[in-house]
């Protein structure tokens, strides 16, 4: 091979040379998880949990407009590297698309997957997977999400499959399970299963009573499964979402049932990582919710304790005699929340910096593109007005929430 012909073969593989990123790239978020939570799921559980031997460090959790984040602003954060307002999924504070974790994944041909037991356009699932300009915007975050092209989709709200929408998953070659057996059987993707009407049922609720639907662990499971077939590896966003929901109206066994359930994903998620390398698997919560504290309790207030809790006689057979349960709010707090993982390289200080830390990805803001499009072998292009063919999902992506074309970099 002369001189002239190695060097040109230098620069075609440059771009290939320059992909930092892992093969595997696994993001757990514990949402609205306290530091305190943690203490009282060790008592409940009486031993250590996963999730703790791989704290390594704190991530700041602000939005662009305020102290105290909410889980839209907190996940977009997280999913495309730039602070935005409260409300916002995926887009800047001029309301504009950011580029989301997914669709960068998409766009490295690797395989993407969304798990959470809250409703599948929930904030934080949304943020990784779609675009709006206020988290309510329900109908826009569903109609994304089925075009996105995510290979997998698990989490809560059945009702937002209409037939119309049940039709258009089919066309696109979804399965669409809708309960623990029926998802058990499904050996290939793509899937859409939505379990529970609107949030999955919550682990305390399932003590009693049967429950049709998969755990955690048991959706963790199958997105592991089914998304490690992808050749060129893929990217899991898994939610544990209703420690928040507990905290908010101060439920303590809602909310450490629900840790619990999520530190059994953390264990198998570690496990799953040890024995196929290049995985790196980041946990943080998006924010702290409750402001709870334990602070020791005076002897004569001991024993009124419980009454203070809701549904206290579920939370299992931790009954602390000196210790208090106290919230300090509803909402969420600004605190700091801890990061964990398999990879203490990987360190994101704040949650703008994950895309970064994560795969060398730097913030895309997404620019609106014109033009005419056609469609060649599955893959769908582009026609620029000035004659340039631009790939989908590739050097530009097409939104079906906004119904736009958008360049992938500036
Ligand atoms: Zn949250």
Request: net charge neutral; proline share 6%.
């Amino acid at each position: 091979m002369n001189l002239r012909k190695a060097f040109l073969l230098f620069l075609c593989a440059l771009p290939l040379l320059a992909v930092g990123a892992p093969r595997n790239i696994i993001v757990m978020i514990p949402d609205g998880c306290a530091t305190a939570t943690l203490t009282v799921a060790r008592e409940v559980k009486g031993a250590p949990l996963a999730l703790e031997g791989v704290v390594y460090g704190l991530v700041q959790t602000r939005s662009a407009n305020s102290e105290v984040t909410d889980s839209a602003a907190a996940a977009t954060a997280m999913s495309c590297g730039a602070l935005t307002y409260n409300g916002a999924i995926s887009v800047d504070v001029d309301r504009r698309p950011m580029l989301t974790f997914g669709e960068w994944a998409k766009a490295q041909n690797k395989a993407v997957g969304i798990v959470t037991t809250d409703i599948i356009t929930g904030a934080t699932p949304a943020a990784f997977s779609a675009h709006a300009e206020n988290r309510n915007q329900t109908d826009a975050l569903i109609e994304g999400q089925i075009g996105s092209g995510i290979d997998l989709f698990l989490g809560g709200g059945k009702e937002l499959l209409t037939p119309e929408r049940r039709e258009a998953l089919k066309a696109r070659g979804y399965a669409l399970p809708d309960n623990a057996q029926a998802l058990e059987a499904v050996k290939q993707g793509p899937v859409f299963g939505l379990f529970g009407k609107n949030l999955l049922t919550p682990m305390v609720a399932r003590r009693n009573a049967p429950c049709a639907e998969p755990t955690l662990r048991d959706m963790s499971a199958k997105a592991l499964e089914l998304l490690s077939q992808d050749p060129d590896g893929f990217f899991l966003m898994i939610e544990g979402a209703q420690i928040d929901k507990g905290a908010h109206v101060h439920d303590l066994a809602w909310s450490v049932h629900e840790l619990l359930a999520f530190d059994d994903a953390v264990a198998l998620v570690l496990d799953w990582a040890k024995a196929h390398p290049d995985t790196v698997v980041l946990i943080a919560p998006d924010h702290e919710t409750g402001g709870l504290t334990l602070p020791r309790v005076p002897k004569e207030r001991q024993g009124l304790r419980a009454k203070r809790i809701r549904s206290a006689t579920q939370i299992g057979a931790y009954k602390p005699e000196a210790l208090d349960v106290c919230y300090s709010t509803g909402d969420h707090t600004a605190v700091d929340v801890f990061l964990a993982g398999n990879t203490p390289t990987v360190r994101p200080f704040r949650n703008c910096d994950f895309p970064v830390a994560l795969a060398d990805r730097d913030t895309t803001y997404l620019p609106e593109l014109t033009g005419t499009t056609v469609e060649k072998n599955g893959i769908r292009f582009l026609i620029t007005p000035n004659g340039t063919r631009l790939r989908a999902n590739y050097d530009a992506i097409y939104i079906p929430s906004t119904q736009k074309w958008y360049a992938r970099q500036l």
